[in-house]
């Protein structure tokens, strides 16, 4: 069956970077977009990110862009989130998510467990 | 952006009861919304696609129609493990948006 495992928690301090990645098996990678959907404590979900198949489009939310950079390695069925000049309203749990698309709407049908990342000083 | 207002935010009810909650859509067709289920400290999970299209392996209980730009997921009947929060979303357009969530608790 389809899985997503991540990388685990992480503490860091404010203008620090961090990686995470997400390694998938039980379907075909390479042919799914893939996305990182974050909620901060105690809050809702907010979408961070997303990797076209094939990795030629990718586009991310404003609160992210310029610091986040995703990325997929298809031999590796790994999908990655780059975190560079973490602030502290980055604090969140991290999810990627395999995209399905249907009838002209895209969704979200597998989760990854989630990340904790702490952005604190 | 697309904006979505879900409600009630809060719901409390028996079990066995049936649950309905709405998500109304600023700017889209409810054809394109999709409800999760997150239970406490868990990933979410997709119930309904496409406004009434069920999931995989999620219980027929579950349930979702679309009228304009809104959609409703109903529990047909409300079990304990069907205490968590419950989102709608919309990817029609970028960005993707979710609902703010409404909570479902057993009385």
């Known amino acids: 069956q389809v899985q997503l495992v991540q990388s685990g928690e992480n503490v860091v301090q404010p203008g620090q970077s961090l990686r995470l990645s997400c390694a998938a098996s039980?379907?075909?990678?390479?042919?799914?977009?893939m996305f990182w959907v974050r909620q901060a404590p105690g809050k809702g979900l907010e979408w961070v990110a997303v990797i076209s198949s094939g990795g030629s489009n990718r586009y991310y939310a404003d609160s992210v862009t310029g610091r986040f950079t995703i990325s997929r390695d298809d031999s590796q069925n790994t999908v990655f989130l780059q975190m560079d000049h973490l602030r502290l309203e980055d604090t969140a749990v991290y999810y990627c998510?395999?995209?399905?698309?249907?009838?002209?709407?895209?969704?979200?049908?597998?989760w990854g467990q989630g990340n904790l990342v702490s952005v604190s000083s | 952006d697309i904006r979505l207002t879900q409600s009630p935010s809060f719901l409390s009810a028996s079990v066995g009861d049936r649950v309905t909650i709405t998500c109304r859509a600023s700017?889209?067709?409810?054809?394109?919304l999709a409800w999760y289920r997150q239970k406490p400290g868990k990933a979410p999970e997709l119930l309904i696609y496409?406004?009434?299209s069920l999931q995989h392996g999620v219980p027929s209980r579950f349930s979702g129609r679309g009228s304009g730009s809104e959609v409703t997921l109903t529990i047909s009947s409300l079990q304990p493990g069907d205490i968590a929060t419950y989102y709608c979303q919309q990817l029609y357009a970028y960005p993707p948006t979710f609902g703010q969530g409404t909570q479902v608790e057993i009385k």
């Open positions: 700017g889209a067709d409810s054809r394109y």
């Open positions: 998510a395999k995209s399905l698309v249907h009838n002209g709407g895209t969704y979200f049908d597998s």
């Open positions: 039980g379907f075909d990678f390479r042919y799914f977009a």
């Open positions: 496409s406004a009434s």
